[in-house]
């Protein structure tokens, strides 16, 4: 059983920057495929960023490409959502999850699930 914690969600101004992160109490944290999704109300859970286990970066979704950067820290367990320039429409609740081994974009292909962090973008 993996349980992740994500934290750093807040209210920011459009244009504003946060850093999500995610610590996992996996002990093999370096064999899992780590994701972030997001979800507002009324509209499905949609993927953000991932990144293997050796550190490949799936491709962005278009809404976040050249904005948001996903990282990871083995040595910490945890793995970061850099988010820059930020817009009204990036307002969601922000997930992570993990799963061992590949993972692509959808919810159904990650195992685990932390309970979000809310960011809410103001205009």
């Known amino acids: 059983q993996v349980q992740l914690v994500e934290s750093g969600g807040g209210l920011v101004q459009a244009g504003g920057s946060l850093r999500l992160s995610c610590v996992a109490s996996?002990?093999?944290?370096?064999?899992?495929?780590m994701g972030w999704f997001r979800q507002a109300p009324g509209k499905e859970r949609e993927f953000v960023a991932a990144i293997t286990w050796v550190s490949r970066v799936t491709p962005y979704d278009d809404s976040v490409k050249g904005r948001f950067t996903i990282s990871r820290d083995n040595a910490k367990n945890t793995v970061y959502l850099e988010m820059n320039s930020l817009k009204p429409e990036d307002t969601a609740r922000y997930y992570c999850?993990?799963?061992?081994?590949?993972?692509?974009?959808?919810?159904?292909?990650?195992?685990?699930w932390g309970q979000g962090t809310q960011v809410t973008v103001s205009s």
């Open positions: 999850a993990a799963v061992l081994g590949y993972a692509g974009v959808v919810p159904g292909d990650y195992n685990y």
């Open positions: 996996a002990r093999t944290f370096s064999s899992y495929t």
